[in-house]
């Protein structure tokens, strides 16, 4: 069974920093792209950023251009966004998403860590 | 960035009703459009891809359709558990962008 289990959100000061993880299990980590997706509370859907298998080649929204980095550790399973230099408007429930690229979707999504920035 | 207009934004409907949701690119995604549904405090669930293709698991009175700019949502009869927040979203091109949601509400 696919599991994606998202950890690492909290209450951070505008300006702060904040790690997030993604443990991955029940499929073959390293074959898949994977992606950061968030919603701002009662909002919709905002893509953030994806990683190739390659961790080397990695895409994000303009609005996180040079403040978030996304990795990931093939041999652990695992997925991380960190985040630098918050902003109130990434106040939101962050979801990690396995991307199958043959079909162009993200097919499975863990349930989301929540990120407040907030003084 | 390519601009996704989902409507109507919400619709009430009735258990066994026929429902169509509507989904406008603002150029041409071809058929790289995906449907999601969203229950109140879960993740995003994968319904169709590809336009018309049904996910596994996913019960067949859900259909997709259109290419270009403009696809459709169709839920033929609708359940209970059908009331939820749909979104559409392209996957054409980086950034891959949501339509706001349509949210579809018992009437």
């Known amino acids: 069974e696919v599991q994606l289990v998202e950890s690492g959100g909290g209450l951070v000061q505008p300006g702060g920093s904040l790690r997030l993880s993604c443990a991955a299990s029940?499929?073959?980590?390293?074959?898949?792209?994977m992606s950061w997706v968030r919603q701002a509370p009662g909002k919709g859907l905002e893509w953030v950023a994806n990683v190739e298998q390659d961790v080397s080649k990695n895409h994000y929204v303009d609005s996180v251009k040079g403040r978030f980095t996304i990795s990931r550790d093939n041999a652990k399973n695992s997925l991380y966004l960190q985040m630098t230099s918050l902003r109130a408007e990434d106040t939101a429930l962050y979801y990690c998403a396995r991307v199958r690229t043959d079909i162009s979707a993200r097919d499975f999504w863990g349930q989301g860590t929540l990120v407040t920035v907030s003084s | 960035d390519i601009q996704m207009t989902q409507s109507p934004s919400s619709l009430s409907a009735s258990v066994g009703d026929r429902v169509t949701i509507t989904c406008r690119a603002s150029q041409s995604v071809r058929n790289y459009l995906n449907w999601f549904q969203q229950k109140p405090g879960k993740a995003p669930k994968l319904l169709i891809y590809?336009?018309?293709s049904l996910q596994g698991g996913v019960p067949s009175r859900f259909s997709g359709s259109g290419s270009g700019t403009d696809f459709t949502l169709t839920i033929s009869s609708l359940q209970p558990e059908d009331f939820a927040t749909y979104y559409c979203?392209?996957?054409?091109?980086?950034?891959?962008?949501f339509g706001q949601g349509t949210k579809l509400e018992i009437k």
């Open positions: 029940g499929f073959i980590f390293s074959n898949y792209w």
């Open positions: 590809l336009a018309s």
């Open positions: 979203q392209q996957s054409y091109n980086t950034p891959p962008t």
